[in-house]
């Protein structure tokens, strides 16, 4: 049946579109599209680009994937914005900034609405990017959706995390908070060229040096542990650390843009000589996991659940006869009753 | 476990600048619940199909201010035929004389809404194109 997995197989253009579209529409076709593929993928470099709505993330992608095709790499862009939590509509206007990528055949960009989904990603991103890296590109970029402090769901979804910031978001303070820049792999301040930058690019590395002094007191092997939690080291290993920088780049006319793309490739060679890819995809495969786990018990939760009884409770709680743990005890006992 | 959306392409070939009218429109059809992907000025036919294919949209609608109509629609529309998306509807607004609006619709433009057209009939107008798809989405 899968003549069209063939296809995304010899890299044609439409049969990846269409495969990602049903993924996005179906979680069973879904299923059977990464089955398929799955022994076709592993080959990609998947690179995350996140940061604050307005930081210039897709400049950046379109300057970056530039550089990168430079260097004959075909590069795949996944572009999310985020859905309307009303109306369940998007407007997905990544592709305005990435008009230079137009009629090259080693790119591909899909724009792809977040549907509900939190964390910066949409639950399909994971799985168009295996469709991707099945049809032969070699580094996928994925941009998330305007990312405040807390959307870090990209950094275990990714190989390599490039946090975009601009200047004049915050104090120092902001720096040294926990959340997004912990996942930096490689930081950029854009638009260097406005005020301010100057001092957001001092804060940022002034973070790193805080965190690479801490880290050093610690045991490396706990480091790596915690690695779990997502929380990422700075030092793999004894020995051979990966050093975040702070690259400070105009991305509307590419400025600097050559320095990110060199780190970008850099760290891939880095992770694959320390052992860190292996522990990444060990990172990324229980992100994975854990999706399509939560997936299936949403869809239970949706679809075992009596609607009428919900909305009795509901309204319950909210003329205060029923406190909400019990209401929801209640529902939860129609999927999973008490023996 | 489906989870249909109707995607729709939104954009302005040629060389004229007014983006509102798109923009306004992009966001009625988000304000009825599709997914919406914006491309912004100055594309050519062969960006605007570029994008179709690889986005995969159900429908495609095209703003055109420029009195280009003429040359940018029948290219747009060859061109779909030549990747095998003659199955798209597309829809036309902007600026269209009167006289022109049979020739649009011979090189197969689905609808022409012109200025004051109400955004719950571009709305109905799209939905009516793409049912069909929700059955033949197979592949």
Not at chain 1, 4 to 10: G, N, S
Not at chain 1, 91 to 107: E, S, T, Y
Not at chain 1, 273 to 279: A, K, P, T
Request: proline content about 3%.
């Amino acid at each position: 049946m899968d003549d069209l997995l063939q296809r995304v197989r010899t890299g044609e253009r439409r049969a990846v579109a269409r495969a990602i579209s049903q993924i996005e529409r179906s979680e069973e076709r879904a299923r059977e599209i990464v089955v398929d593929l799955f022994p076709n993928t592993g080959d990609a470099h998947i690179v995350g680009v996140t940061g604050a709505p307005g930081s210039g993330k897709s400049t950046l992608v379109n300057q970056l994937a530039r550089k990168l095709r430079e260097r004959d790499i075909q590069v795949g862009i996944i572009a999310v914005d985020p859905s309307s939590p009303f109306t369940g509509g998007a407007i997905l206007g990544d592709r305005v900034r990435m008009q230079d990528l137009a009629g090259d055949p080693g790119i591909f960009i899909r724009s792809m609405a977040s549907r509900g989904n939190l964390g910066g990603l949409a639950r399909a991103t994971a799985s168009a990017a295996k469709v991707l890296d099945a049809a032969g590109f070699d580094v996928i970029l994925i941009e998330t959706v305007g990312a405040g402090q807390a959307e870090v769901s990209i950094a275990k979804t990714a190989h390599t995390t490039i946090v975009v910031e601009a200047p004049g978001m915050g104090d120092d303070i902001q720096s040294i908070k926990a959340g997004i820049l912990e996942i930096a792999d490689i930081l950029v301040v854009n638009k260097a060229d406005r005020p301010g930058a100057a001092n957001t690019t001092k804060a940022l590395r002034l973070m790193l040096h805080m965190g690479q002094t801490n880290n050093k007191r610690s045991s490396t092997k706990e480091l790596v542990d915690s690695g779990v939690n997502g929380t990422r080291s700075l030092l793999a290993e004894e020995g051979s650390a990966w050093d975040v920088s702070v690259f400070e780049t105009v991305a509307i006319n590419g400025d600097g843009v050559e320095q990110v793309a060199e780190a970008v490739l850099a760290h891939r060679e880095y992770l694959q000589r320390s052992g860190q890819w292996l522990q990444r995809e060990i990172d990324r495969s229980r992100q994975e996991i854990e999706q399509i786990l939560q997936a299936r018990l949403a869809y239970q939760l949706e679809s075992h659940i009596s609607k009428s009884d919900r909305e009795s409770l509901v309204k319950a709680v909210a003329s205060r006869q029923v406190d909400p743990y019990t209401a929801a005890s209640r529902l939860f006992g129609q999927i999973f009753p008490k023996r | 476990m489906e989870d249909r959306k109707i995607r729709v392409l939104i954009a302005k070939p040629g060389l004229d600048g007014h983006d509102r009218g798109a923009k306004v429109i992009a966001r009625g059809l988000r304000d009825a619940g599709m997914e919406v992907i914006y491309t912004g000025l100055r594309q050519t036919p062969e960006m605007v199909v570029e994008a179709a294919l690889q986005e995969d949209v159900d429908a495609i609608g095209l703003s055109i201010l420029s009195g280009a109509h003429k040359a940018l629609v029948p290219r747009i529309m060859a061109l779909l035929g030549e990747q095998g998306l003659s199955d798209i509807p597309v829809f036309l607004g902007g600026i269209v004389p009167h006289d022109d609006l049979p020739e649009m619709k011979e090189v197969g433009v689905t609808a022409i809404f012109g200025p004051g057209t109400g955004m719950d009939k571009i709305v109905q107008a799209i939905r009516d194109a793409t049912a069909h798809q929700e059955t033949s989405s197979g592949g």
